[in-house]
């Protein structure tokens, strides 16, 4: 009888290249080790040998980049996610489609078991296991870091060295550092103290404010109901316009954060953020629906944008509210569509100007001068009826 096969989400460091070696011996299966490209810029040539000489009978590479930017960051984009106020979810956005491509080539490799690399007390765990739950109910899930007989990183390296798997030879980061072209995530070491400033070596990509040049750089941002188009006047994809946009927000500080934010399973931790496009684009975005959304639909939009992020930081994407909720988010999308000016200066970005051939903005209804057609007369009608339950209330509590 053939064995019976795993597949494995593949990072090529220490832990899954342990895994494959253990998840063999344990299971006596074969491995498929499959790896994602959400535009990280570890190193991801060697993946391939790497997996095959430490034990995986295959290996697949899946270039997610482009999926990742129209299907999951434009959404959240748009509906305008943000964690608890701050966090633009790069991590947390990248899982569901990393998960989503494992159980497509576990099942066209026929696979039985899907394996991931996340600890047991973090949300990336949870967003793997509910998205196989949701897509593939039927394959068995493995978590060798929540079992395995390794309490530490110093025995894990001591079972490669012996197992003749690979350990790079470049010093550890002390940081755990996640990343995808949404954002780079950066926990561990001495961040865990939230008194702890970040120290200048736990930024990865972005200059340090003070650092930044004494010029600010202004940029130009086109928008297409809700999803940018153009940067600087340049129609581009929006997987160069986020590069673009990366460079250029992190060489003048933006988009650094330092959040403590609710996992969800119960633990408050503290994370550092670089999202030098996601700021720009999440602060450009609204800045346009301020512009041209209807007073009612910008405010109750709010209450959404909050929903979404949690579903997203939750692990629910794969999930029929989602879905409803993004309706709704693409109904109030179609006017937004304009052009903004930026300022990026040292860690700030902040607005030149707007404008949008749906902007709601009547110069003659709000100008002070002459050219104005509000009519102020009509203003003392309208003030006296939408007092009059308060004025009623008033007389009769106070007697007046
Ligand atoms: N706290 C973030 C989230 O749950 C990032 C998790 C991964 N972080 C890391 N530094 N490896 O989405």
Redesign the pocket.
């Known amino acids: 009888m053939s064995k019976e096969k795993i597949a494995l989400a593949y990072s090529g460091g220490l832990d899954t290249s342990v895994m494959i070696k253990w998840l063999k011996d344990k299971y006596d299966a074969e491995i498929v080790a499959i790896t994602g490209n959400l535009g990280q810029q570890k190193e991801i040539e060697n993946l391939e040998s790497k997996a095959l000489s430490t034990g995986a009978s295959k290996f697949r590479f899946v270039d997610l980049r482009e999926q990742f930017v129209e299907e999951y960051i434009w959404r959240a984009l748009k509906a305008g996610a943000l964690?608890e106020d701050v966090?633009p979810?790069?991590?947390?956005l990248g899982r569901p489609l990393l998960a989503k491509a494992l159980v497509d080539a576990a099942l066209e490799e026929d696979c039985t078991m899907l394996a991931h690399g996340c600890t047991g007390k973090?949300?990336?765990q949870v967003r793997f296991e509910v998205t196989f739950a949701s897509l593939a109910p039927h394959l068995k899930v493995l978590a060798p870091l929540r079992e395995w007989e390794f309490t530490s990183r110093e025995a894990e390296i001591a079972y490669a060295l012996e197992h003749n798997i690979p350990v790079s030879a470049t010093k550890k980061s002390p940081?755990?550092?996640?990343e995808n072209i949404w954002g780079i995530?950066?926990?561990?070491g001495v961040l865990e103290d939230p008194m702890v400033s970040p120290p200048e070596d736990a930024y990865q990509i972005t200059i340090s404010p003070e650092k930044a040049p004494d010029a600010p750089t202004v940029v130009e941002l086109e928008f297409h109901e809700g999803i940018p188009v153009s940067l600087d006047g340049q129609k581009m994809s929006g997987l160069d316009l986020i590069i673009r946009l990366n460079d250029i927000g992190a060489a003048n500080g933006v988009g650094r954060l330092d959040m403590i934010?609710n996992?969800v399973v119960g633990i408050k931790?503290r994370?550092i953020y670089e999202a030098p496009a996601a700021t720009i684009l999440h602060f450009a975005h609204r800045e346009l629906e301020r512009l041209t959304l209807e007073k009612s639909v910008f405010q109750y939009k709010k209450n959404i944008s909050q929903d979404y992020a949690n579903i997203i930081?939750n692990g629910t994407w794969f999930s029929p509210m989602r879905k409803a909720l993004d309706a709704f988010v693409d109904e109030t999308q179609k006017p937004v569509t304009g052009l903004l000016r930026l300022k990026l200066y040292k860690g700030n970005v902040t607005l030149l100007g707007r404008t949008s051939p749906y902007s709601l903005y009547n110069e003659e209804l709000a100008t002070y001068t002459e050219a104005d057609t509000f009519n102020h007369k009509a203003a003392a009608g309208f003030i006296h009826i939408y007092g009059l339950g308060l004025k009623t209330f008033s007389q009769i509590h106070s007697g007046r």
């Open positions: 964690y966090y979810l790069a991590t947390a973090g949300n990336d940081y755990s550092i996640d995530s950066i926990e561990c934010e996992r931790s994370e930081y």
